[in-house]
């Protein structure tokens, strides 16, 4: 009886944290910046100074409550609900803010989020989050969990909402480019990892059943793994280019000192350590007396490979390749320095450029795709482990 | 009929099998015996060529093992290990049909099979076969493992340490299922164990394995009564020698005419078990009965206490 009281008057730590955080980005931080021009230094914004004061006035109470539900005990669903609320408010709000400070047709002005609504966003979604683990989605839930989120921000960038932002400037002025270099950002970390499995899953499987070799591959891969990704991207771009210009038919298959060639051959290198380190792992975890018994049975060992080795090892290499997917889709980033394009080319343009709306462009859906990316693989792991354990 | 000429089985500088020829009846029950690092699994694993002898020669059936490949040879050997190594990503039924599909069974045939040694080793096909070997007890996946072993109706059976993972009474059983099972079959067993009691109960013939060498072989008495060697005489145990001799005979071999009367036996009863009725009871004899229920003979205090005396 005393403990289910207590439990009803239990505050939430997290909820706390959370609340605070989003408590001083409202009071401390500036919300929208509002810039005469692209790289003029902005000034800061209140949100009461541009939105009529019931918009406002909505707003806060909106948090209000969500900061309610994030401070008590209440269930899951409910804080999940509230915390996309919050999401959804913040979101109107910011488009409401560009909306207002942008006089009629001009296109020179920028409004963008400030930190305040950045922290805020991360606030709201750190709860989100911790309402989903709460609730222990399947892995097919959490697959249609992030079907309904990008269906959701797909509706909002399309509805024209968000089109006075400074990013979303950016955006108009780049479309089409945007499109091309996610396709490249897409294809770059694709296909150095679909090689790398090529390569790696027999090299592991060949490290496995030689156990002589196994110490020498690993420490060689793990050396590569060191190499700074820009430097091993600058070494690489010597030997390939010697190579172009050696042998014309290599240069005919596209292959150079700078552009692609040398980002894939970079990225598939990375690639290697995780999947091979996971092929032999996944494979030594394999039960011996099962191997055994199947040896006893009369199953050859190409037989015993297919149908009893790869099979149990498989949920473990299929992790190493979500590590590589990941991870590729951050560093193909860094490929943008060596003319292999991908979002990255954003990224380095705004960074030269201190367009900070530009790096952005770049940046916002790199972390998307890798973090969806992720999900989806998760998920895969996830069921396939679990009719065997 | 296995024949085992002088195999033996080195590794650089050490011998772990060491000349040994055994001969193994059609349709009986060999158990190989000894301490661990005795070379006992090393010699059945020579027999399904796991491990390649040295030197020496397996003979099953009169044909040289060697004169076929390795893994078509061992299609035709059941074979047994300890924790079984079910196949824990395929169910059960799959795990049996492992065998008759490497053999290209038609469908329905594995199917009939697969369901037939279900229901011998007592187990529901409706409700086992679609299992994973993860959701079974210890002793059921035991049996699966026997059930596996068996799926081709191999003449030979191979069985490393086949129970050394079940408690006592689910050991029991198991032990008891294998020689109904190797009668109902006519299988030929050999069988690795370190431990003596699991060896009588089973064995038509004991092997005692030591550094290599097979110190003695014969039926489980001659182990008991003419041991050749102090080594075996230790392995057995001396203390209650005398009981495990009575336990190698049943009441309905022992049964002689007379007079009935004091407590009933079944035929199936050991000879001390009978004595230990008998000293409880205070009784000086006891009735045997036949399974129907019939009186098969007598057994007296002196006649059993005549049996447990080495001849």
Redesign the interface.
């Known amino acids: 009886m005393k403990k289910v009281m207590a439990r009803g008057f239990a505050i939430d730590r997290l909820g706390v944290l959370l609340t605070v955080i989003g408590l001083a980005a409202l009071l401390f931080l500036p919300f929208v910046i509002f810039k005469a021009n692209r790289i003029l230094p902005g000034d800061a914004r209140s949100l009461f100074a541009i939105l009529p004061a019931w918009e406002s006035w909505g707003f806060h109470a909106v948090l209000a409550l969500v900061a309610a539900s994030a401070l008590g005990s209440v269930n899951a669903r409910t804080r999940l609900a509230l915390a996309l609320a919050g999401v959804a408010v913040l979101v109107l709000a910011v488009g409401a803010a560009g909306n207002a400070l942008t006089p009629l047709g001009n296109k020179v002005v920028r409004v963008s989020p400030g930190p305040g609504f950045w922290v805020l966003l991360v606030a709201l979604g750190l709860m989100a989050t911790d309402a989903i683990t709460r609730m222990r989605p399947g892995p097919g839930m959490r697959v249609l969990f992030l079907l309904l989120f990008a269906a959701a921000a797909t509706a909002v960038f399309g509805s024209g909402l968000l089109d006075h932002l400074s990013v979303m400037r950016e955006y108009q002025v780049n479309a089409s480019r945007f499109a091309h270099e996610a396709r490249q950002h897409v294809f770059l970390a694709l296909s150095s990892m679909a090689a790398a499995v090529i390569v790696a899953v027999p090299l592991g499987i060949l490290c496995h059943r030689v156990p002589r070799l196994r110490a020498g591959t690993l420490g060689a891969l793990n050396l590569i793994q060191t190499i700074p990704s820009i430097a091993l991207f600058g070494i690489l771009m010597a030997p390939l280019g010697a190579l172009a210009a050696a042998a014309p038919f290599a240069a005919g298959l596209g292959i150079r000192g700078i552009g692609t060639a040398p980002a894939v051959v970079a990225l598939f290198l990375y690639s290697l350590l995780p999947i091979v380190a996971n092929t032999v792992v996944g494979l030594a975890r394999v039960?011996a007396?099962?191997?055994?018994?199947?040896?006893?049975?009369?199953?050859?060992s190409g037989?015993i490979l297919r149908h009893?080795e790869m099979?149990?090892a498989f949920p473990v290499i299929l992790t190493g390749i979500r590590i590589v997917l990941v991870q590729n889709i951050g560093l193909v980033t860094v490929a943008a320095l060596i003319g292999a394009g991908g979002f990255g080319t954003f990224v380095f343009q705004g960074i030269n450029q201190t367009a900070i709306d530009l790096v952005l462009l770049g940046a916002i859906p790199i972390v998307a795709l890798a973090f969806s990316c992720a999900v989806l693989l998760d998920a895969l792991v996830e069921t396939i482990n679990r009719?065997?354990? | 009929m296995i024949e085992i000429e002088a195999l033996s089985k080195c590794y650089e500088s050490t011998t772990v099998v060491d000349r040994v020829s055994l001969s193994i009846a059609r349709g009986s029950i060999t158990v190989i015996v000894g301490t661990s690092g005795s070379g006992k699994s090393t010699l059945l694993r020579m027999i399904?060529r796991?491990v390649e002898p040295t030197s020496g020669r397996v003979i099953i059936d009169g044909i040289d093992t060697t004169t076929e490949a390795a893994?078509?040879?061992?299609?035709?050997i059941g074979?047994v290990?300890?924790?079984?190594?079910?196949?824990?990503?395929r169910t059960v039924a799959e795990n049996i049909a492992?065998?008759p599909r490497?053999l290209e069974w038609d469908a329905e045939r594995i199917k009939n099979r697969v369901d037939e040694l279900l229901r011998i080793f007592q187990l529901d096909p409706q409700e086992f076969a679609g299992k994973?070997p993860?959701q079974m007890s210890g002793g059921q996946q035991q049996r699966v493992?026997v059930a596996?072993?068996l799926a081709a109706e191999p003449t030979v059976l191979?069985m490393d340490e086949p129970f050394g993972a079940l408690d006592p009474i689910i050991r029991g059983r198991a032990q008891d299922d294998l020689k109904d099972i190797q009668r109902r079959f006519g299988t030929t067993i050999v069988l690795v164990t370190h431990d003596m009691d699991e060896a009588f109960r089973l064995a038509d013939q004991v092997a005692v394995m030591s550094a290599g060498k097979v110190l003695q072989c014969g039926p489980p008495e001659a182990l008991l009564t003419r041991p050749a060697d102090p080594f075996v005489s230790r392995l057995t145990g001396t203390a209650d020698r005398a009981m495990k001799l009575l336990a190698l005979t049943t009441a309905g071999e022992a049964a002689e005419p007379g007079a009935a009367g004091g407590p009933t036996v079944p035929a199936s009863a050991t000879l001390r078990e009978v004595l230990s009725d008998l000293v409880w009871d205070g009784a000086p004899q006891a009735t045997v009965l036949n399974p129907d229920g019939t009186t098969r003979g007598r057994l007296t205090l002196t006649g059993i206490l005549a049996r447990g005396k080495p001849s």
Not at chain 1, 289 to 300: C, E, F, P, S
Not at chain 2, 71 to 76: A, F, K, Q, T, V
């Open positions: 039960s007396a099962a191997v055994d018994a199947a040896r006893g049975m009369g199953l050859t037989q009893i099979p149990l009719p065997a354990r | 399904n796991l893994h078509l040879l061992r299609r035709r074979y290990i300890q924790g079984y190594g079910l196949f824990p990503h492992t065998v490497l994973f993860h493992g596996r072993a191979l």
